[in-house]
């Protein structure tokens, strides 16, 4: 069996970074997120059933789901939220499960940002890397990359779970306080023993 490593950690905290840094060493990444952008495009595979449930003005005008909308829509509305999320999230997964039978790196990376708010990837990942960095450092991250003001920054982080819990229940932690550089080396720190350990499941047979 292939090891596949569960990759985490709050928005900002560098786990789109740190996931590319994996894929320039040679492993395969399989990123939620991107699958998530694919099966809400037009005629993507969760779009008939958001189409039966969710009205016309959700989609786009070329029938893709209208994300920005939706955003705004499922922030103040809990019920739409669950409605989306029991229609997206066991698409993810079995996209997830498909993309990593089919994947051929020694290990596989998956990129879970909800990895502890959802409880379906405990199945098929085996071991937890969160990404942390602390929360000032989370916050101009993410107010550079976007237009989200330090209150929309803060609101999003108080729906994910907090630090501590993410941190305890994690196998292992690259802190991403530093510099880019510092997140490459950590990456490759890990790389080498995930090789490693990819190396004893197969020995092992499993
Ligand atoms: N160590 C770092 N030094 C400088 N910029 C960083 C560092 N880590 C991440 N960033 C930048 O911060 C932003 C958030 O990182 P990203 O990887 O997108 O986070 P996430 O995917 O966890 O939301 C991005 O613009 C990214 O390029
Ligand atoms: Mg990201």
């Known amino acids: 069996m292939r090891l596949v490593i569960g990759l ?3 928005i900002g905290c560098g786990k789109s970074l ?7 060493l040679g492993i395969c990444v399989i990123d939620t997120d991107v699958i998530a952008r694919t099966i809400t495009q037009p005629n993507g595979k969760a779009m008939a059933e958001i189409k039966t449930v969710f009205d016309i003005s959700y989609l786009t005008k070329d029938g ?8 705004r829509l499922i922030f103040s509305d809990k019920n739409a939220r669950l409605r989306l999320e029991k229609i997206l999230h ?5 996209e997830t499960v498909q993309q990593v039978a089919c994947a051929h790196s020694p290990y596989v990376v998956v990129v879970i940002p909800l990895l502890f708010e959802t409880k379906d990837y405990d199945t098929i990942v085996h071991r ?16 550079a990359r976007s237009n989200l003001s330090e209150q929309q920054v803060k609101s999003i982080m108080a729906t994910q779970v907090s630090r501590k819990e993410r941190l305890q229940k994690a196998d292992d932690i690259i802190t991403n306080n530093q510099d880019a550089d510092y997140l490459k080396t950590e990456v490759a720190r890990l790389h080498s023993k995930y090789l490693s350990l990819s190396n004893q499941c197969s020995d092992a047979g499993v």
């Open 128 to 143: 937890i890397l969160v990404i942390d960095c602390d929360e000032q450092q989370q916050i101009s991250r993410v107010m």
């Open 18 to 24: 740190a996931s590319q840094y994996f894929s320039e």
């Open 8 to 10: 985490t950690g709050g």
């Open 90 to 94: 066991p698409i993810i997964l079995s």
């Open 64 to 71: 893709a789901l209208d994300r920005e909308k939706m955003r």
